[in-house]
């Protein structure tokens, strides 16, 4: 099962773009790469999910490299509101039970 | 709209107590989830069901039960509570293998205080 790595926190400014990086350099060729949000006292909330290259939703950005070995999640222009913890997850589309989920990436947005 | 209910939302027992978490969802989901998330942690798995009388063991089992009787409903038992019990229950449930995302869908967590 692959595990991921990414940072324990980070911290930004209102409007700024954010990008979290997550290192994952023993996904298997059906895995997926899939991140969440997770505010307090509330359960993770799915943000985006890939296989390749970019995607992109209302909310986010997924880049994923040719060696897929990494991702990064891009969140345009952030508010307060996106002060959270961010997961990410490695694993086959088909097997939510085989997802290892790391204590994520808690993000701090800043006035 | 679909939905989620974990009851109760809190919850403080003494050691040695049976304690059931519910687990109701209105997604018509099959799959659902039990995970425990401690302080500083990510989610660890305890139990999960791909259907109706089915349930597996998931990473953290010891100490726990579940049981399938529809697909609306996985209970999550605590058999003789334990202070390293003391955490928050999240349910979840999701389509893996019918959905193309794979997405899973989370309550809103039921805090246990183990005594």
């Known amino acids: 099962l692959a595990k991921t790595t990414q940072p324990i926190s980070m911290d930004s400014y209102e409007g700024q773009e954010v990008n979290i990086t997550c290192s994952h350099n023993?996904?298997?060729?059906?895995?997926?790469i899939t991140w969440y949000q997770q505010f307090p006292s509330q359960g993770p909330r799915f943000i985006i999910q890939?296989?390749?290259?970019?995607v992109t939703n209302e909310v986010a950005s997924l880049f994923i490299p040719a060696d897929r070995k990494s991702s990064t999640l891009s969140l345009p222009r952030v508010s307060l509101s996106d002060t959270a913890v961010y997961y990410c997850l490695v694993g086959p589309m088909d097997s939510n039970y085989q997802l290892i989920w790391g204590a994520g990436t808690k993000l701090i947005i800043k006035p | 709209d679909a939905e989620i209910t974990q009851s109760p939302r809190h919850k403080i027992t003494e050691t040695g107590r049976q304690v059931t978490l519910a687990c109701h969802q209105t997604?018509?989901?099959?799959?659902m989830f039990w995970y425990r998330q401690d302080l500083g942690h990510g989610l660890r798995l305890i139990h999960y069901s791909y259907g109706v009388h089915d349930t597996n063991k998931g990473e953290v089992s010891d100490g726990y039960s579940v049981s399938r009787s529809n697909t609306e409903d996985l209970p999550l038992t605590l058999e003789s509570a334990a202070s390293s019990q003391t955490s928050v229950y999240f349910c979840?449930?999701?389509?893996?293998?019918?959905?193309?995302?794979?997405?899973?869908?989370f309550g809103e967590g039921s805090r246990l205080t183990v005594l």
């Open positions: 979840a449930t999701g389509l893996a293998g019918e959905n193309p995302t794979g997405e899973l869908f």
């Open positions: 997604w018509n989901h099959n799959n």
């Open positions: 023993n996904i298997a060729t059906n895995d997926y």
């Open positions: 890939g296989y390749k290259t970019k």
